[in-house]
C-alpha cells in the first residue's frame, strides 16, 4: 500500500452536538472523531 493510500484526507475530531427540547439540552453527539482517507471516499475500500 502507498503513503499516498494511507494520507488523511478528512479528520474531525471532538464533535458534540446537542439540541434544545421541551425538557432540557439533550446531547445527541459527544467527542466523536471521524478520519477518512482518499480511497474511502472514491468508494474504493477492500
Known amino acids: 500500500m502507498s503513503d499516498s493510500l494511507t494520507t488523511k484526507y478528512i479528520e474531525i475530531q471532538n464533535v458534540e452536538q446537542t439540541f434544545k427540547t421541551k425538557k432540557g439540552l439533550f446531547p445527541a453527539l459527544r467527542d466523536i472523531t ?8 472514491d468508494g474504493q475500500c477492500s
Not at 471521524?34 to 471516499?41: A, E, F, K, N
Request: hydrophobic share 40%; charged share 50%; net charge neutral.
Open 34 to 41: 471521524l478520519d477518512l482517507d482518499q480511497r474511502r471516499i
